[in-house]
Each structure stands twice: as C-alpha cells, then as structure tokens.
C-alpha cells in the first residue's frame, strides 16, 4: 500500500498496553512512504510504566519516522493553520481522551492536535482503547460517530468475561482503516 505524497500524523496517548501493536503499526505505516509525524500526549511522554520506558518511546518513534515527537500544546496548534496533515491518527485512544474530545476539551499536544486539524476539515481516525467503552464514556463515542470528518479503526470487546465494558481497536486493520477515512469513508464494519 503506497500512501507517497500523504502526511500522516500518529498520536500516542496512556493507554500503554497497546504500545507494542501501536508500534508494529507505526513500522508498518512508515513503509507505506507516507511522511510521518508523532505527538505525545503528556503522559505518554512522561509516565514509566511496566510496558516500558517514555524515553525510549518517544526515541523509538523518532527512530521509526525520522521526525522529532511534538510534545507540547504550543507545538501541536499550528497544524491547523498550515494544514500540514492529510490524516491525523489518535493511536491509542483511551477514554480519557475520547471523553475529553467529545467535549470540546483541549489540554493536552494529542486534543490541541485532533482540534487543530479538524478545522482544516480534514479526517481524524480514532483506535480505541478503553475499559469503560461500554459503561461510562459509550455516549462519547457515539457522539464522535456522529461528528464529520471523526472515523474509527474497527474495535470490539476485548475481554467480555473480566472486562465486560472493555472495547479494544483492531489495529491489525489501521491501514485499510487510513486509507478508507483519506477518502471520506469509515472502514466496515466498525464493531468487530
């Protein structure tokens, strides 16, 4: 799959369980000669967990892309006024963030990112990551699936019988979810 030409950003935000298949994904992005560009959210950048080190997540997605990580508000707002983003990809998306998007809330580099690059009109794919997606924050994604240009890489329940309100995006399907929501369409079918 060759997506030459496209700017693609990957934002990383807690939920660090799924690092290890955002990062296969993120290799497997660079491949594609889309140009890359990651944004931390604070705690990504900041928080040791035992998944592993933010230092060596953030050297390892500079590795992947050639590019420096943005890791601040400051640094993530003018991608809406130069419009540098064919895509923005939020990888993972926790329900912290979800909840906090769905709401107009923007304090973080991943939120100032996704609202900077949703006024150019341009699609912002979501992979969720949640334990309480269907619980508390199933309202919040069914606003984002009500709202132009907001597409999800396909997801369902993760573990019914421990984690019954648990939804886990199948990032196996990130490429063909990419190149559905970069010609205005949401990759089918989304609950998996």
């Known amino acids: 799959m060759c997506l030459k030409g496209k700017t693609i950003g990957i934002a ?9 298949k955002a990062f296969e994904q993120l290799r497997r992005l660079a491949q594609t000669d889309a140009q890359i560009q990651t944004i931390f959210s604070d705690a990504a950048q900041t928080i040791d967990s035992r998944f592993g080190k933010a230092a060596d997540f953030l050297a390892e997605a500079e590795r992947i892309t050639g590019r420096p990580p943005i890791l601040t508000i400051s640094g993530a707002e003018p991608i809406g006024p130069s419009g540098c983003l064919d895509l923005l990809v939020i ?8 909840a906090k998007l769905a709401n107009g809330i923007t304090d973080s580099p991943v939120l100032m990112a996704a609202k900077a690059h949703l006024r150019n009109e341009k699609p ?10 269907l619980g508390m924050n199933m309202k919040n994604i069914g606003l984002l699936m009500n709202t132009k240009n907001i597409y999800f890489v396909p997801f369902g329940q993760d573990n019914p ?11 196996d399907l990130l490429l063909p979810s990419v190149v559905a ?11 998996q």
Request: with cysteine; proline share 6%; aromatic share 8%.
């Open 161 to 171: 019988e421990k984690k019954p309100n648990s939804m886990i995006a199948r990032t």
């Open 181 to 191: 929501a970069l010609n205005g369409r949401q990759y089918q079918p989304v609950i």
């Open 124 to 133: 912002l794919l979501l992979s969720v990551s949640t334990n309480d997606a």
């Open 12 to 20: 990383f935000t807690g939920s660090f369980c799924t690092y290890t």
């Open 91 to 98: 990888l993972p998306c926790t329900g912290n963030t979800i």
